[in-house]
C-alpha cells in the first residue's frame, strides 16, 4: 500500500514563503515522476509543479519564478518551496506520485490527502 504524506503548509502573509513536504511510504517498483497539484473549492485541479526521474521540471506559468520543486530521489521525497507567495496561490495543495506498481510493474497514480496553503494580504 503506497501512501504519501504531505506537510508543510499553513497561513502565511503575502511576500513569505512556505515549503511543502511529500513522502513517499510502501513499494513503488519506479517513480517516473513526482509533482504537486493545487485546488480551490468550485475548481478543477491545476499542475502547479512536476519533476521526472530524469531531472525535467515543468511549472504553471502562474508560479514559474516563484517555486521550485525538488526530489530527494533516494527518499522518495517530494518538495515545493513556495516564495514571494500571493493570496491567490491560496488552495489545498496534493502531492502526486506517477510510477510503477512494484508487483505488476502496471503503470499507477497516487495522490496525498492534501495540506492547506493560506496567503492573507
Known amino acids: 500500500q503506497v501512501q504519501l504524506v504531505e506537510s508543510g503548509g499553513g497561513l502565511v502573509q503575502a511576500g513569505g514563503s512556505l515549503r511543502l513536504s511529500c513522502a513517499t511510504s510502501?513499494?513503488?517498483?519506479?517513480?517516473?515522476?513526482m509533482g504537486w497539484y493545487r485546488q480551490v473549492p468550485g475548481n478543477q485541479r491545476e499542475l502547479v509543479a512536476v519533476?521526472?526521474?530524469?531531472?525535467?521540471?515543468d511549472y504553471a506559468d502562474s508560479v514559474k519564478g516563484r517555486f521550485t520543486i525538488s526530489r530527494d530521489n533516494a527518499e522518495n521525497t517530494a518538495y515545493l518551496q513556495m516564495n514571494s507567495l500571493k493570496p491567490e496561490d491560496t488552495a489545498v495543495y496534493y502531492c502526486n506520485v506517477r510510477g510503477l506498481n512494484y508487483y505488476t510493474h502496471d503503470a499507477e497514480e497516487y495522490w496525498g490527502q492534501g495540506t492547506q496553503v493560506t496567503v492573507s494580504s
Open positions: 510502501g513499494s513503488i517498483f519506479h517513480i517516473y515522476a
Open positions: 519533476k521526472s526521474s530524469g531531472g525535467t521540471t
